[in-house]
């Protein structure tokens, strides 16, 4: 029987590894992903093109905040005038009243509106009986999917003076109140509008982030003698910290963007001294008396002073508590 033998190498030689291909160019991380879920993606195409068409193609308009434009003509403003437009508001006692007006609404539906739908939401979180729970949750979701067109009527109908409000005023001997034509009344109405329709829908992401709270905290906490007070204090704000420190940082962004349709629909030449906003003085100047420089003018003011308020905002939040938007 013969038996085969592998040959030695020949002494000082090395044997080498087996040489290996080279590796093939992975292919790129979104273009696996775009193929695989392309279905999915596909959903994004028009939410896209809206923000494309009507959010950043509308910014080269800004221009003619620097151009003078005359209708008819180049859609980009015919001659180039610099920041007269920005001095002629600077210079305006009526921009500035307005601006004042903008300020005060918008610090009262910030300092009103957004820590309300918090107190709802940890009062629902209460709640033990589902009925109840649903039936609270229902009511105080249905004005928000009334039109603002719907709500001001309301809002003009129930205080009217022969409305309900000034009916029960008169069962106490009060004198009718002229709510909508009194200036000094606007804010307080636009206010708690605004409330009564944004306040249960606004519930709706901190109900959903209350349900992130690991339950052996609360446990530990009762363990420790914690009573409920305590642990709402100490459990469950800080564990929705994140999602209240987001939506402020969106509401101070949106802080000069105060609800033009609502003002428009609530105000009248009556209340001009303090319902008269921002938004609304850049529909009458812009489209009633067709000074469309000067309003886009005023229109990017705005939008400077929105980006400067979410920025730092942004920025102090991610100093104090950690949490911000990027």
Known sequence: MSTSTTSAPPPGTQERPPTKAPPRPARTGWRRALRKDWQLYSLAVLPLLFFLVFRY???????????????????????????????MFLSDPTFWQVFRNTLWLGG??????????????????EVRRRS???????????????SIVIV???????????????????????????FIQEPEWFRTLYVGSEIWQTAGWGTILYLAA?????????????????????QIWHVTLPGIRPTMITLLI????????????????????????????????????GVESNSFSYAAAIGLFEAIIGLV??????????????????
């Open 250 to 285: 969106l509401n101070v962004g949106t802080f000069l963007a105060v609800g033009f349709e609502k003002v428009l629909l609530l105000y009248n030449p009556l209340t001009y001294q303090t319902s008269d906003v921002i938004s609304t003085y850049v529909y009458r100047t």
């Open 108 to 125: 009262l539906t910030l300092v009103f509106c957004f820590p309300i739908p918090i107190v709802l939401a940890l009062l629902l979180n």
């Open 57 to 87: 193609l509308p910014m080269l308009g800004n221009v003619i905040a620097f151009r003078r434009f005359e209708p008819g003509g180049s859609i980009f403003g015919e001659d180039w005038v610099g920041l007269r437009y920005v001095e």
């Open 132 to 146: 109840l729970k649903r039936f609270v949750q229902s009511v105080s979701y249905l004005p928000h999917f009334l």
């Open 309 to 326: 308020l979410i920025t730092s905002a942004n920025q102090l939040s991610r100093r104090t508590v950690g949490t911000s938007l990027w």
């Open 210 to 230: 209350l349900t992130t709270i690991d339950e052996d905290l609360y446990e530990a906490a009762r363990i420790d003698g914690a009573n409920r007070w305590q």
């Open 152 to 178: 001001a009527g309301i809002t003009m109908q129930m205080l009217a003076a022969d409305g309900p409000v000034n009916h029960v005023l008169g069962w106490f001997g009060h004198d009718p109140i002229r």
